[in-house]
């Protein structure tokens, strides 16, 4: 098994000036709201410098910070009045490379308010070669830094008059553009027996664009001791994806490349309701929430396999794909009711349930032009196989959420916290193939297949946190957390006519085909603990070292053959960070 070390160095270096025109700054000026005083200012500069020792790409996905350096205007503040009863309140951010975003928020007293906000950063992901049990493998060694640009863009209106509903109208756009890595580390075929295996390069990518634009209308108002909301929500989702599969002999012949092209279009609409009522002096309250959504796919893609010269290929089982739609509808249920109960200022408890019902169904047409599986006619025009897909799937799922928080204890806070869920999946899929004569369009039946699995899951997990400052040189910040996720599978005796190519076919079958399914059940068990302290030898420095550690059991049950398996896997980390107070408004990071 291939392991990984990282090793992490962090500078950073932080600026910040203040500058308060009239009245005392306030201790956190994001939270502070805009007075009809002079205006508030808070500006704060950061740069900062990572060196990593080991996997660069892995760190950059796992913590989503770019190397070596990283820094700008990490905040700014302003805050004030433009006029009588009309207030502002402004921040944002500019940071290298990518990473912008500001806010403006309008305030006019007794009527309301319009908010504005643009926000663009970078998500990343890791593009190097993973690891491959076959071999040899043709691969790009050359490990490309990955990431998709995510921007948001909005608008919001409120209405508050006072003794009256508030109403708020508000739109947004969202975006996602770059490239995405898909991690595996390749594909294999045998075609027909005795031939050299057939394999895709590693690593690939896909180039997506999408956008989503929302619109959203809510009403808030009090109604016999109950805070009622009701929100409306339009969406519309419209996106591309696209990427190439590269296929090569094993003796480094480029044999052709498949080209992946997705167009999704989707539109949701939900409805939401949300009751809030307080009670004995505000010491409980109860909370009640429905959410009912619905959503309308109509997608299309497309399928070409090519050789390296550009040619239709139609050998090796490549896939050339004509026409092909996937559409469904998907209606989904929420209900959640909770208590959340302050029996004193050191003292919290919270539980929580949630039911969801979904019932989502889906149809596909594929068809295939120059496929591998059923030859050639020469005529891109023409299908050679006609796939026609149906899905239906319901889910029903309970879950309870249960808190508890503790500060009696001097200088001491303890969490406690246990979340259930019970679900249940019925899956039904059934397939209906034809082969066209390679002469025209006459179709002939080639078989029909059909699988029902419906699947219970349960899920728990148990944690505490235990939060401690003895003194003023020593903090102590416990975590650990169990979580459990197992799952049995139960599969009718569903039945396929016989045709080989079918993945569980069954040559001794005369007339039914059985599928028996792969995994009967599995369980996963992980404990996660993890350590920090915060030490100060000095007023000025901080000493803060780390200790994770995590362990997970898996095991399965394959129904087929009656086996069953365990795997283990373990992960430590450790690490210290160092904090110097340079000066009131600069402070040095160094973290390992």
């Known amino acids: 098994m291939k392991k990984t070390i990282i090793t992490l160095t962090v500078v950073c270096l932080l600026a910040n000036w203040s500058i308060l025109w009239a009245g005392e700054k306030p201790q956190t000026p994001a939270a502070a709201p805009a007075t009809e005083s002079e205006p508030q200012f808070d500006l704060s500069l950061l740069g900062t410098w990572v060196g990593v020792n080991g996997d660069k790409a892995r760190f950059r996905e796992q913590h989503q910070l770019d190397t070596p350096f990283s820094g700008g205007l990490e905040r700014f503040w302003w805050a004030g009045q433009i006029n009588k009863g009309l207030t502002f309140e402004m921040d944002g951010r500019a940071l290298y490379e990518g990473d912008y975003g500001f806010n403006l928020n309008l305030i006019k007293?007794?009527?309301?308010?319009?908010?504005?906000?643009?926000?663009?950063?970078?998500h990343y992901y890791d593009g190097t070669v993973a690891d491959s049990s076959f071999t040899p493998l043709i691969a790009d060694d050359v490990a490309r830094?990955?990431?998709t640009t995510r921007s948001l863009y909005s608008v919001e209106g409120v209405l508050a008059l006072p003794d009256m509903p508030k109403l708020t109208l508000g739109?947004?756009?969202?975006?996602?553009?770059?490239n995405q890595n898909l991690p595996w580390g390749g594909w294999v075929r045998q075609t027909p027996p005795g031939n050299n295996w057939i394999l895709w390069n590693n690593p690939l990518s896909r180039?997506?664009?999408y956008t989503s634009d929302r619109i959203y209308f809510g009403v808030d108002h009090t109604i016999g001791g109950f805070d009622i909301r009701l929100r409306q929500e339009w969406e519309k989702f419209d996106g591309t994806q696209y990427h190439m599969e590269p296929g090569y002999y094993t003796d480094g012949t480029y044999v052709f490349n498949r080209f992946y092209n997705s167009f999704l279009d989707h539109t949701l609409w939900t409805t939401r309701f949300d009751a809030t009522k307080r009670l004995l002096q505000d010491k409980l309250i109860l909370h009640l929430g429905y959410v009912y959504q619905n959503t309308d796919n109509n997608n299309n893609y497309d399928v070409d396999a090519r050789t390296p010269a550009g040619a239709v290929h139609d050998s090796e089982h490549s896939i050339n794909f004509n026409d092909n739609t996937h559409d469904g509808t998907l209606g989904r249920h929420v209900g959640t009711a909770n208590l959340t109960y302050h029996p004193s200022d050191d003292m919290t408890f919270f539980g929580g349930l949630n039911y969801t019902y979904g019932d989502a169904d889906s149809a596909a047409v594929r068809n295939e032009e120059g496929s591998g599986a059923s030859g050639n006619d020469g005529n891109p025009l023409t299908n050679e196989e006609v796939w026609r897909f149906h899905t239906d799937t319901i889910e029903q799922s309970v879950s309870e959420s249960l808190r508890a928080t503790f500060s009696q204890l001097p200088k001491t806070r303890v969490t406690l916290s246990a979340d259930f869920e019970q679900s249940n999946i019925d899956y039904d899929w059934n397939a209906t193939i034809w082969t066209a004569g390679l002469a025209g369009?006459?179709?002939?039946?080639?078989?029909?297949?059909?699988?029902?699995?419906?699947?219970?899951y349960r899920k728990a997990n148990y944690g505490i946190n235990l939060r401690s400052d003895p003194w003023k040189f020593l903090g102590v910040n416990l975590k650990y957390k169990f979580k459990q996720v197992s799952a049995d599978v139960n599969e009718d005796a569903d039945w396929a006519s016989k045709k080989p190519g079918d993945p569980e076919y069954e040559p001794a079958a005369t007339t039914n085909m059985y599928y028996p399914g792969r995994i009967e059940g599995w369980d996963k068990a992980t404990h996660i603990t993890s350590l920090t302290f915060d030490i100060k030898p000095v007023r000025y420095v901080t000493v803060r070292p780390v200790l994770e550690w995590e362990t997970s059991e898996y095991d399965f049950n394959d129904e087929l053959y009656g086996n069953h398996e365990t795997a283990n896997f373990n992960r430590y980390g450790y690490g210290v960070a160092l904090?110097?107070?340079?000066?009131n408004w600069t402070t040095l990071t160094l973290n390992y």
Do not use: H, P
């Not at 007293?109 to 906000?117: A, N, Q």
């Not at 739109?171 to 770059?178: A, K, L, P, Q, T």
């Open 579 to 583: 904090d110097f107070q340079i000066a």
């Open 171 to 178: 739109y947004e756009r969202r975006g996602r553009d770059g």
């Open 207 to 209: 180039e997506l664009d």
């Open 145 to 147: 830094q990955l990431y």
């Open 109 to 122: 007293k007794d009527v309301g308010s319009i908010k504005f906000k643009a926000d663009t950063y970078r």
């Open 441 to 456: 369009e006459s179709t002939t039946g080639q078989g029909d297949w059909l699988w029902d699995a419906d699947t219970d």
